[in-house]
């Protein structure tokens, strides 16, 4: 299709690191409605990549190789100068990029910096074809089919792609959407008309940074309007999401992400309508949670591969689904009618950290099936990421059976008795092969896995790790994440480190993990009192720009795709 292709080029130019120039009013493009909207800042990614793709000689190669093909000097004109300037073919691909939608269509909004060059290069790329370039006034326009439009002027590129046809559905008739008229009303509109007439958008945009994504659930809850067939069981089966999403209108979300030295800085906050739409959403997330206490995390004697904590108030979170109608649902399906009475009995008891971690991988002890393993080195050598020595399987076997993940959930329950009398029902009423620890406390093999499960005071456990069951029972033990959890409600971190402890497992795997090598740590966190989070990706290279380090990598794996061939 003629219009991919174009929409193909254009993303194409977008993702090339160059120099820099203004933003302009991009996002008074962006309709009133939109639900979603990425902003991305080119010309700041520009200056902090300190990256050329096209000095790559992989990337020379087959520029060389395309001017062969092209075979058209007009053509190849066109190439060179957006080589030594993106910038040199209409569009301004150094300042901001917009994508939105508004559950209706897809959209990409972009800079012009010569409404008239770009119609020139669009017709020379396309020439003798179907795509003809219309011009009404000061609005050049291309209408691809029914499904998208493209539109221009001396200011703004907008390309539109409508959401029903993007998923081959026809939607009602009655809501058909004139894409190419909406494309050129989009370039003209004023802010009065844009997203910019959102006061919570507004808000959010004083505070964007290299990336940027602003969600509204406004509206969510219609969804069923766009006649979304492609969805399974149908739309009745969204009637409980639709009341969540109903009882969210007026609250959106903004993530900002920035690339700074040796790390990725997130942060996230929310935004309310009105005062009404704040207090009913900050009421409902203290009806269903709390602040971490961070008890579970005395067990981690090391940053693991990740851990993830929440405070969860069961009851409230029952209470909740009661009120959406799912528990009415679950109630009127009579199928496993048990099993969905123990789940709800577990939910119901859960009251306060709900824990899960994978700490580290280990290599299965050698009495197992599993072929040996003789483990090598990775290291990163010059233009591109190789393993020193090629993995040895003395079976000849790449398999990832050899390794055992290392892991443990823990939830706390106000109703320890009752959660121990529920496992010793399970057992019995499945015949479980258990061995009987002390009360309350089993250990089971699964496939040559330990797993050592049940309450341990008020907090249920499952674990396969010796030493976390070993410890259950020690007090004094050190608490090495007080301060990550003080006042958070959620709390996600790890360390890409561990990863490496799968370097001689499988051969695939190892391959891939030099790339990771220049990631250290990951955090993000919840704060119980507004809700807004902080997260950051830390690199072992501190002094110099996270996104720089990540170009390298991408260039080593450019150059080591094309010694391939």
Known sequence: MHFNRILFTILAALLIFTSCNQSSDLSNAIPADANYILRIDTKSLVEKSQYDLFKNPTVQQGLNMYRVFLKDDAKI???????????????DVKGEVYVFSNLKVYGVVIGVNDADKLKEVVSGLYPGSDLNVTKDGN???????SDGAIAWNNKRFVILADIRNAYNDPGNAADALDVNQLSKDLLVQGADKSINSNKEYVEFAKTQKDFSVFFSMKGLDKMESLGLSYLPYGLSYMDPMKKMLSQFEGVSTGVNGSFEKGEIVLSSKYYFESAESEKKFKD????????IKGDHLRFIESDPVVAFTANVKGMGVFDYLKTLGIISKLDSDSRDAKVKEQLLSILQSCEGDVTMALTSFEKKNSNTTQPDVVVEDTKIEGDSSVLDEELVFEDGSNTLDNVSPKFYVMADVSKPDDIK??????????????ENLEEGKYLVDL???????????????ATNNKSVYDNLNKDGLKNNYTELVKGKSVIFFGDFAKLKDLSGIDRS??????YLSPLDKYQYTANTSDLSGEGKVTFVDKDKNSLAVICDQIDKAITNLGSMF
Do not use: H, W
């Not at 004109?77 to 569009?91: I, P, Q, R, V």
């Not at 409902?284 to 602040?291: D, K, N, V, Y």
């Not at 496939?447 to 456990?461: A, H, L, Q």
């Open 447 to 461: 496939d040559g896995e330990k797993v050592y499960f049940g309450v341990n005071k008020n907090t249920f456990f």
């Open 284 to 291: 409902l997330a203290a009806q269903m949670s709390g602040t």
């Open 77 to 91: 004109k066109l190439l060179d100068d957006f080589l030594k300037n993106s910038n040199a073919l209409g569009l």
């Open 509 to 514: 795997t190892a391959q891939f993990l030099p």
């Open 139 to 145: 609005t050049y326009s291309i209408t691809p089919g």
């Open 421 to 434: 009398r529920l496992l010793s029902d399970l057992i019995k009423e499945n015949e479980f092969v258990c």
